[in-house]
């Protein structure tokens, strides 16, 4: 059906790929244009564009990357082929060989029997985390390239928790108090900020709900325990309050009472880590090149016919 620098792309392929998109692509036509589902949703045309056609757009544009990502595991002697029919053919042996195993009282990790979608998920899956490892031991990387790495990723990746001091105050409304309820929280906001009352004491007076909470070195951070609480409070400096969220019918204010600065992790102790990542960011990359430049050739006689 199509062929992706000289290796084809059969419509076996094309079909099961479109078939797990389709949801995708009607989400984005549905928000996009508040259309629903219909009998001519699929071949009519919305806001200039045909759902089809994007449907068969997204699909092509997802197998040229697992092509390229193919490739390279062909390069580095991670699969013997390329070839859709092989894989049809290793999809029926792994599906035979879990249903004897099984049989025998054997344990299998995932289901006994795979669809299609599955086992291409499965075998591709680690096919990747093949290549990243293959990669990983071949490439040779400068501990200049990685001391450089671990001090451009060391905020995001490699610091400890903050430790936190949070004065939580939260005002609960219904819809007829909703907006005077707001207003409510606005001035809390510019009490705090005025330094004129703490907020237990804001609390007590607009009859909120208050408490405290404090994240320390040790324990779950913020950001993976209430994941909420950390976007609302992670560029917040101490003595500072959050702008007011709403969660679950509730105004809520967060108030940084204390905050220290995590500590990095020891570059030696992550060194391996900092490789790895590393390793994977430039494997990205090269794709990511490789499927820009990528020659791609379609039979239009069948890419044109094929139907939802």
């Not at 054997?106 to 990243?132: A, C, R, T, W």
């Amino acid at each position: 059906m199509a062929w992706v620098d000289g290796i084809p792309i059969e419509k076996g392929e094309m079909l099961r790929v479109m078939n797990q998109n389709r949801s995708l692509v009607f989400n984005y036509f549905h928000e996009k244009y508040g259309v629903e589902n219909s009998s001519d949703f699929w071949e009519g045309k919305i806001g200039g564009e045909v759902p089809k056609e994007l449907l068969k757009k997204n699909a092509l544009d997802t197998l040229v990357r697992i092509k390229v990502e193919d490739k390279l595991a062909y390069d580095e002697h991670l699969i013997k082929t390329m070839d859709y029919k092989d894989f049809l053919s290793e999809w029926t042996l792994e599906n035979k060989r879990r249903k004897e195993t099984v049989a025998k009282g054997g344990v299998i990790y995932g289901p006994v029997e795979f669809d299609e979608k599955q086992y291409f998920e499965y075998s591709h899956s680690n096919m990747k985390i093949k290549l990243k490892d293959a990669w990983a031991s071949s490439k040779q990387v400068s501990e200049e390239k990685l001391k450089a790495e671990y001090e451009t990723m060391k905020n995001e990746l490699y610091r400890e928790p903050d430790h936190f001091q949070l004065a939580i105050m939260s005002l609960a409304y219904n819809d007829s108090n909703r907006e005077a309820s707001f207003h409510q929280m606005e001035k809390v906001v510019n009490s705090l900020k005025n330094h004129r009352d703490s907020l237990s004491t804001l609390s007590e007076q607009y009859h909120a709900h208050y408490e405290e909470i404090t994240y320390t070195p040790g324990q779950d951070s913020a950001q993976s325990m209430h994941p909420s609480i950390w976007n609302a409070i992670k560029d917040v400096k101490a003595g500072e309050a959050s702008e007011i969220a709403d969660e679950r019918s509730a105004w809520v204010i967060f108030y940084v009472k204390d905050r220290q600065f995590g500590t990095y992790q020891n570059y030696d102790k992550v060194k391996d880590t900092v490789k790895n990542q590393y390793i994977e960011q430039q494997l990205g990359l090269i794709i990511q090149e490789r499927v820009k430049q990528a020659q791609i050739k379609i039979n239009q006689n069948i890419y044109e016919a094929l139907s939802i």
